[in-house]
């Protein structure tokens, strides 16, 4: 194949992974407006084990099996209330309506698979990507290609945290999300298949920027459960819509930790371990107080604040959350902010084109290297 | 979270607060209650410097302080583009100035926010390892009476005996890596010790990060020199164009190295969305070790410092030029040589300046441009370039006589001109007189000045060296602090209790578990352990839909 044919490839499957995450998004909205005026109660039988542990844990172990298949279905406990008692194995809610419990599950399935066939596709358009340029290489050299893998790892992340965390809940707002920057990235931020500038030429370029992306797309699904335990904390316990489907915010803050503390340590090693290493061999000095540095310092020093607050008296719950969505902000500053004003302030210093070694994170004209 | 038995091994620093028995003791002393000693005023300081939420408003604070920095250019980063930035912003300067805005991660607010937010670690850490270490080789505690009260907890019914029930419970949790204690009617287990363990590695790990930075900071430089091609360098003080030691640094640790630049060489783009672009820089060096030792060769490239010894050498830039040389109008060579112009843009149009202060009748000086690909725009009425390679150059200037200003005695940059006592040469209808040359052109000056000659086109390139020594201290602080917070994030230290007694003929098996991560989700933990315990009911697939 050659690039071109190659470079085609990566746009369709591009524009293919779009449709379908689209039609996911639909298939995981049909799925919960069937659910709309269902008592959240009714679903609890096929409540992700992870989210019903106060419910569970209550009974004998025995009874208390995970529900291996149960996760699918985008449904959890209830209000806050859910976990003061009023759910022994006895109320078991007589009229479930059999159709509507059907329709939700499909749909829900349904959205699932249409999701992994989707991150398939999405995948196919980052190896276009890397396979279109001359020489071969990594496909996260700009800025449309960096969002393009940033959306990926997000959504592959949800699916492979998915059984394990029981996010099903989360699904409707992670592919929505992924769809929203990936529609972004194909009108705003597109670029044609370029070789690399020199200094990004480096074998770290694999290793620093997929530990970024990885860490990026932890701490934005931590980011996601954050955002709904403070909705959640604020209004707790209505019966029914949405709210009442996600898990309580005990859960929430549960998943939240476990992600970013995920995440935490990857941006270590991406910010604190191989960036220095890479920028040390390449412009000389391995802490340069570059903008981009900086802010990968901010944000490392507020989810290491986030990481204390949970465990912090007076800080745990609700400013440990509103602390994890300020470390998320710092992450997507430094991203899409930096990006665009640093590369101006870089050129108004006649900087960008001698220095071969210039920052790589500032860009030369076009901007958004990462 | 925090469990009411044993040593505290979770996150938790004591509150700031006065002990209840310092308050009595004041009283006693006839002291309004409140006011404190000199002795309770500092243990009261150190207290609330090494809580928690100190800690946690420094690691803020710290963020916040970072920021200005990443704004406003700073004077250890590019002082070049500060300069700039003041001369754009005369009123703003002095103020910046004086907050140290400049120099944000030198200046005193910003050392003061890190150096309390050691010394609350320090303060946090170490009376932390001492608990630690007691509590390292403590037996996990006692069964609580209830262990229904405890959130995750279970119970069933079995005949089979109590002690084979405990005997049972002690072998699976010593399967599963538990510390196990065995009561007489319980069975207490704990696991994850080493979680405070990495924990304390980490933020002891921190220090050492800091101790190789500041080493770095205090015993290293960093130096830059444009370098043409052909010419050579040998590493002291004098040869740099611009040099940033560190506070400590002493000449005699620079090592005497030289090296020469014998050819530097670019492949540009032609095609492509990034044609224009310029890749694979190659400067080859011939550099000794020491003055006697043999010379080598190495090819300088992007990604590919030359080591030598501690000292490491980097291509950071390149740009070309012009060869010019100047007469005056007695006919003397008052100027002549490589000329380097900076780069202004993409395209490397660069600016330089020529300085002749020995020409007669007056002194000369050029101002202008180098255009790699000389192209004309008809919209700006002037030229610009087209391509960064040297296709079709050209070097515009405009002419300067009078005093340069050079015979003052205060240094002068070589890359700009003090115009402020010379007069431009203009034409008869007043517009600029420029010079435009290719290479081999020559022109002669108006009024008998003399002439100016473009003899040809050398590159320089921009070479860094710099010494970091506490590079490896840094790195093997920050490997050692990853390592440290994998162990604290993901070692899950738990508590599990199996209580059994005989109750109405039967045994009655209780277990419990305990998180004490603050993190994990004991549930499963204790589903698993309760479903293998001796006599557990087996798991029912039809139960779980009921």
């Known amino acids: 194949m050659t690039d071109a044919a190659w470079e085609t490839l990566s746009n369709q499957a591009v524009a293919a992974c779009g449709v379908v995450y689209f039609l996911a998004l639909l298939a995981h909205l049909v799925e919960w407006s069937s659910l709309r005026n269902v008592p959240a109660d009714t679903a609890r039988t096929a409540a992700p084990r992870a989210t019903a542990k106060a419910a569970a844990t209550a009974k004998a172990p025995a009874t208390a099996t995970t529900g291996a298949d149960a996760g699918r279905v985008a449904v959890a406990t209830g209000g806050a209330s859910g976990a003061a008692g009023a759910d022994g194995p006895g109320d078991t809610p007589a009229a479930v309506d059999p159709d509507r419990t059907r329709r939700v599950e499909l749909f829900g399935r349904l959205g699932l698979l249409l999701t992994v066939i989707a991150v398939g596709l999405h995948f196919v358009g980052l190896v276009g990507r890397g396979m279109a340029a001359d020489p071969n290489r990594v496909p996260w050299g700009n800025m449309y290609e960096f969002t393009l893998s940033g959306t990926f790892i997000v959504a592959l992340l949800y699916l492979v945290l998915n059984r394990r965390l029981g996010l099903a809940w989360m699904a409707p707002i992670v592919v929505g999300f992924v769809l929203a920057l990936l529609m972004v990235a194909v009108l705003w931020l597109y670029d044609p298949v370029a070789p690399l500038t020199e200094a990004l030429d480096s074998y770290w370029l694999v290793i620093h920027v997929v530990s970024a992306a990885i860490a990026t797309g932890a701490f934005t699904l931590g980011g996601i459960c954050s955002v709904v335990y403070l909705v959640k904390e604020r209004r707790p316990g209505p019966a029914t819509g949405p709210l009442a489907r996600v898990p309580e915010p005990a859960v929430l803050d549960r998943i939240s930790y476990r992600i970013h503390s995920f995440g935490f340590p990857v941006w270590t090693f991406a910010v604190l371990i191989t960036g220095p290493i890479w920028a040390h061999q390449a412009w000389s000095s391995y802490w340069n107080w570059d903008p981009k540095e900086v802010w990968a310092f901010i944000t490392w020093v507020v989810y290491a604040a986030y990481l204390h607050a949970r465990s912090t008296a007076g800080w745990k719950g609700r400013n440990a959350a509103i602390l994890a969505l300020v470390g998320m902000a710092t992450l997507w500053f430094n991203f899409i902010g930096i990006n665009y004003f640093s590369s101006t302030s870089q050129h108004s210093y006649a900087g960008g084109a001698h220095q071969i070694g210039a920052p790589v994170h500032a860009g030369d004209g076009s901007p958004g290297r990462l | 979270m925090n469990p009411p038995t044993g040593p505290v091994l979770n996150d938790q620093r004591p509150e700031g607060h006065v002990d209840t028995q310092d308050r009595d003791a004041a009283r006693r002393d006839g002291r309004r209650p409140g006011e404190l000693t000199l002795r309770e005023m500092l243990r009261w300081v150190w207290r609330q410097l090494t809580s928690m939420r100190t800690a946690l408003v420094l690691l803020l604070l710290l963020a916040l302080a970072a920021i200005p920095g990443s704004l406003i250019p700073q004077k250890g980063v590019d002082s070049l583009k500060t300069s700039q930035w003041q001369d754009a912003h005369p009123q703003l300067t002095p103020v910046y100035e004086k907050l140290g805005l400049f120099t944000v991660y030198s200046s005193p607010w910003f050392s003061a926010i890190y150096i309390l937010l050691m010394v609350s670690l320090v303060g946090c850490i170490v009376p932390r390892t001492l608990v630690y270490w007691r509590g390292l080789r403590a037996r996990p505690p006692a069964a609580p009476r209830n262990l229904a ?398």
């Open chain 2, 149 to 546: 009260r405890l959130p995750d907890h279970a119970a069933y019914r079995t005949d089979v005996p109590v002690d084979e029930v405990l005997a049972g419970a002690r072998a699976l949790l010593r399967k599963r890596r538990y510390r196990v204690e065995v009561a007489e009617d319980a069975v207490s287990a704990e696991r994850g010790y080493l979680r405070e363990a990495g924990n304390l590695l980490f933020h002891l790990s921190v220090l050492v990060v800091l101790v190789g930075f500041a080493i770095g900071g205090m015993f290293g430089y960093k130096g830059g020199v444009i370098l043409v091609v052909g010419n050579g360098f040998s590493n002291n003080l004098t040869q740099y164009d611009d040099f940033v030691p560190g506070s400590l640094f002493k000449a005699s640790d620079m090592e005497p190295f030289s090296f020469d630049v014998k050819d530097f060489s670019v492949d540009w783009l032609t095609s492509g969305p990034r044609a224009g672009m310029a890749r694979a820089f190659d400067a080859r060096l011939d550099y000794r070790t020491s003055p006697g030792a043999a010379s080598q060769e190495y090819d300088l490239k992007v990604n590919h410092p030359l080591t030598v010894g501690n000292s490491e050498v980097f291509l950071i830039g390149h740009g070309y030029a012009p060869v010019i040389t100047v007469r005056d109008g007695k006919g003397n060579v008052v100027y002549s040589g490589p000329t380097i112009f900076l780069p202004t843009d993409q395209s490397f149009a660069s600016f330089g300046v020529v300085k002749a202060p020995d020409a007669r009748p007056t002194q000369i000086g050029l101002e202008g441009e180098f255009y790699p690909t000389v192209a004309f725009s008809k919209q700006t009425g002037s030229y610009y370039s087209a391509f960064g390679n040297a296709l079709d150059p050209l070097v515009s200037m405009l002419v300067y006589t009078g005093d340069l200003g050079m015979d003052t005695g205060t240094s002068q940059s070589v890359y700009s001109l003090d115009k402020s006592k010379t007069t431009m040469l203009t034409k008869k209808d007043g517009a600029p007189y420029r010079i435009d040359l290719r290479p081999g052109q020559k022109t002669k000056l108006p009024n008998g000045l003399g002439t100016v000659s473009f003899d040809g086109i050398k590159r320089w390139t921009k070479i860094q060296i710099s010494q970091t020594p506490g590079k490896r201290i840094a790195l093997a602080g920050v490997v050692l602090a990853l390592i440290g917070l994998l162990g604290s994030l993901f070692i899950r230290p738990r508590r599990v209790w199996v209580r059994a007694r005989r109750e109405g003929g039967v045994t009655l098996v209780e277990v419990a578990a305990l998180d004490r991560s603050g993190g994990g989700d004991v549930a499963t933990v204790l589903d698993e352990i309760a479903a293998a315990l001796p006599g557990a009911p087996q798991k029912d697939s039809g139960e779980e839909q009921s």
